[in-house]
């Protein structure tokens, strides 16, 4: 009996593991978009390659944009925030026919930025935002104040 019992639950076990690690229908299309952004990331931010960064926008960012435009901006963030040394994926939301990409970014001159990329569903990039975010700093008056009421 005791036999039978273990092998229900195995096969239980079994049949509930496939359902929640089966891959959902957003799977490959997330897969797809993720790639574009971070192949965009790394041309755009790390090798400093506008011309390849703005092949990989959609048409219409193309005709928004020029080359000389993106050219501009990629140096504006150069200067700004120096190249993109390492990035973590944080998060993915579903924007109806568009996806948001967001990253954690540590760039040379700031140490934390939030880096959001807006894909299409064939992983082109459609708009991308950096945002630097301030760390708080304690000033050294507040420390001093700690130091004394230690004592």
């Not at 973590?88 to 109806?96: D, K, S, T, V």
Request: aromatic share 8%; with cysteine.
């Amino acid at each position: 009996m005791k036999k039978y019992i273990l092998a229900l639950c195995l096969a239980c076990l079994v049949a509930m593991s496939a359902n929640v690690f089966a891959a959902t229908p957003e799977a490959e299309t997330m897969s797809v978009e993720q790639q574009g952004a971070q192949k965009w990331m790394e041309t755009m931010l790390v090798k400093a390659d506008y011309k390849t960064a703005y092949s990989q926008l959609d048409a219409e960012r193309q005709k928004a944009l020029t080359e000389k435009t993106v050219k501009e901006k990629q140096e504006a963030i150069l200067k700004n925030l120096g190249k993109l040394q390492k990035y973590q994926f944080n998060a993915w939301i579903r924007l109806g026919k568009y996806d948001r990409f967001v990253y954690v970014t540590q760039f040379e001159k700031h140490p934390l930025v939030q880096c959001d990329v807006i894909t299409n569903q064939k992983g082109q990039i459609v708009d991308f935002s950096l945002s630097p975010i301030e760390q708080q700093k304690q000033d050294a008056a507040n420390d001093k104040d700690k130091k004394k009421n230690k004592k």
